[in-house]
T-cell receptor, first 115, second 113 residues
Framework: NAGVTQTPKFQVLKTGQSMTLQCAQD?????MSWYRQDPGMGLRLIHY???????DQGEVPNGYNVSRSTTEDFPLRLLSAAPSQTSVYFC??????????????FGPGTRLTVL | AQSVTQLDSQVPVFEEAPVELRCNYS??????LFWYVQYPNQGLQLLLK??????LVESINGFEAEFNKSQTSFHLRKPSVHISDTAEYFC???????????FGTGTSLTVIP
């Protein structure tokens, strides 16, 4: 199993550009999430999905869109990039049970810089 | 709402010395607590978790954490650290909604040779 994969690893955007961060998992996990990591603020939840076709907002959803057309993929779209979105983005998934006790598996992250 | 507070942002410690990374939680419901570790330039990975039963939980690499209900704490300890333990450590608690988590702000552990 590859686990959770993310592409690209690094990205530089200009203000106003749009892009999609890709996330895929091969563990048949129902739950998937996107977090952003900023210095001194830990990880903050952007959006999450409890299964294909179902998504919901987390703590900091503004400026981001998600969709979940398949169990495996959970892309994150930046509609119009802003410097405040400069961050490291992590995708995570958890086991089919979706209980609070389940371990989250994280991808390696995407480091995004918006100029 | 559940949350966690990590009291130390940076902890430098000499190799083979003991270390304690502090985490306090706030929860009005049954508590599940997690410690995740992030090695440089990597994603987070589970270190250990408390779900129920024994209040002392251990990881495979020598870390342990004790759930203390009276002090609302879940501090992470290791009696003798190695250079390879240099990493960022996050305390986390599940939120009420779905399988989502609230992460603390992290503690950067630096082991000095």
């Amino acid at each position: 199993n590859a686990g959770v994969t993310q592409t690209p690893k690094f990205q530089v955007l200009k203000t106003g550009q749009s892009m999609t961060l890709q996330c895929a998992q091969d563990m048949n996990h129902e739950y998937m999430s996107w977090y952003r990591q900023d210095p001194g603020m830990g990880l903050r939840l952007i959006h999450y999905s409890v299964g294909a076709g179902i998504t919901d907002q987390g703590e900091v959803p503004n400026g981001y869109n998600v969709s979940r057309s398949t169990t495996e993929d959970f892309p994150l779209r930046l509609l119009s990039a802003a410097p405040s979105q400069t961050s490291v983005y992590f995708c995570a998934s958890s086991s089919p049970g979706g209980r609070n006790t389940d371990t989250q598996y994280f991808g390696p992250g995407t480091r995004l810089t918006v100029l | 709402a559940q949350s966690v507070t990590q009291l130390d942002s940076q902890v430098p410690v000499f190799e083979e010395a003991p270390v304690e990374l502090r985490c306090n939680y706030s929860s009005s419901v049954s508590v599940y607590l997690f410690w995740y570790v992030q090695y440089p330039n990597q994603g987070l990975q589970l270190l250990l978790k408390y779900l129920s039963g024994s209040t002392l939980v251990e990881s495979i690499n020598g870390f342990e954490a004790e759930f203390n209900k009276s002090q609302t704490s879940f501090h992470l300890r290791k009696p003798s650290v190695h250079i390879s333990d240099t990493a960022e450590y996050f305390c986390a608690v599940p939120l009420n909604t779905g399988n989502q988590f609230y992460f603390g702000t992290g503690t950067s552990l630096t082991v000095i040779p």
